[in-house]
């Protein structure tokens, strides 16, 4: 089994384990301010956001990032949205396969960005509604933080 082959059944772990039985504005306050206080304690500039059936349901930038990191997220978000996975996964399946986004799905990798950081808000026995998503660190840095929180979240409600 090589890397790939270890990190996209961990992904796929993820994305059957960490599912809500339901995601409202508050849920979507009470993540949003978990991811704040990760981000502070780990000194990242990151930007999160949120984003339920196409509505921002929460926003924050730290001091030290800018509008790039918004379109880095509209980008990520597009990958979860069009492949029902964590932009992570998508990327990392795609290197596994030794091609790139326009070569295996004729999309333009200036609109869509397969880095980890984009993750699906997944409702169980619904399926995706949206997207919680972190921009600033590493891909695996901003994956693992959205995982993190999330996975104590639903271990907590």
Do not use: C
């Not at 206080?37 to 349901?57: C, F, P, Y």
């Not at 869509?112 to 919680?132: D, E, K, L, Q």
Request: hydrophobic residues 35%; glycine residues 6%; proline residues 1%.
């Amino acid at each position: 089994m090589n890397k790939y082959d270890e990190l996209l059944k961990e992904f796929e772990k993820q994305e059957r384990e960490l599912q809500f039985s339901e995601f409202t504005s508050e849920t979507a306050l009470i993540i949003g301010l978990n991811l704040i206080e990760k981000a502070k304690k780990s000194t990242m500039a990151v930007t999160i956001d949120i984003t339920r059936n196409g509505h921002q349901l929460f926003h924050y930038a730290f001091n030290g990032t800018s509008p790039d990191n918004d379109q880095w997220i509209i980008r990520k978000n597009r990958v979860v949205n069009r492949f029902n996975k964590s932009s992570f996964h998508v990327g990392t399946q795609l290197r596994s396969s030794g091609k790139t986004l326009e070569q295996a799905s004729y999309l333009s990798e200036i609109e869509y960005a397969v880095h980890g950081g984009a993750f699906p808000i997944i409702i169980r026995n619904v399926g995706i509604i949206g997207t919680i998503t972190v921009s600033g660190a590493t891909q695996q840095e901003d994956h693992d933080m959205v995982v993190e929180v999330v996975r104590e979240y639903i271990a907590n409600s």
